[in-house]
């Protein structure tokens, strides 16, 4: 994703806990599904705020589903199309080794995407990333890694709920702030990150092939 066309920020988006959540008890608000074998809780509006954060955004799946994300999940979003950037625990954990990472420190990141991304993304191009299982050490590790802060965002959800309305805010108000400063206009208040990253590690796990590398 470093050559881009787009002008919008660029949005990394998790399903599982994200547009898959996973409620204890799931009330009418959710749809169930099975999607390439597994359950599925879609809450009725993750249509309409996936419609609104892509006014805001070049989105970009970033899951475990890998390149079955486009055609299994994105239909039920308006999603079909989108491109997927690849995580691999297997190469999360080499990276991080290689950047001088021990093995607790390792386990302590979302290793099968945060080592990834300082290869995936432009550092010229802010950026969001929409998930349920980052924390404070995948912010630190992509700081000392060398991305500005400034430029991107880890935005959290709960598994238990998914994507909501003010995720959806939050996200669009930090492109917002982000263009207008691109273009030298005024920038409007950019409402803050909450602090709380869930760190529950649901959904896929399964290792991607060196073949689904792309």
């Not at 009418?28 to 390439?36: F, G, H, P, V």
């Not at 299994?72 to 290689?98: I, N, Q, Y």
């Not at 959800?157 to 492109?175: C, D, M, N, S």
Request: proline share 8%; no cysteine; net charge negative.
């Amino acid at each position: 994703m470093k050559d881009h066309a787009s002008t919008k920020p660029l949005l990394l988006l998790d399903i599982d806990g994200v547009l898959n959540a996973f409620p204890p008890r799931a009330g009418k608000e959710y749809s169930r599904l099975t999607i390439d074998g597994y359950p599925i809780h879609l809450h009725h509006e993750a249509p309409a705020m996936v419609s609104a954060l892509e006014q805001a955004f070049e989105i970009v799946w970033f899951t475990l589903w890998n390149h079955r994300a486009a055609p299994g999940f994105g239909p039920h979003v308006g999603l079909r199309d989108v491109e997927h950037l690849t995580t691999s625990w297997e190469r999360g954990w080499e990276a991080a080794a290689a950047a001088g990472y021990g093995d607790p420190e390792i386990r302590q990141l979302m290793y099968a995407k945060t080592p990834l991304l300082p290869g995936l993304v432009d550092p010229q191009r802010p950026w969001v990333w929409i998930d349920d299982a980052h924390t404070r050490w995948d912010q630190e590790y992509l700081e000392t890694a060398g991305l500005d802060p400034r430029d991107f965002r880890l935005i959290g959800t709960e598994a238990e709920v998914g994507l909501t309305w003010e995720h959806v805010q939050r996200a669009i108000g930090f492109a917002r702030a982000e263009v207008r400063e691109l273009s030298k206009e005024p920038l409007s208040d950019n409402p803050p990150v909450a602090p709380r990253f869930p760190g529950s590690v649901v959904g896929r796990m399964d290792a991607v092939d060196d073949d689904d590398i792309g």
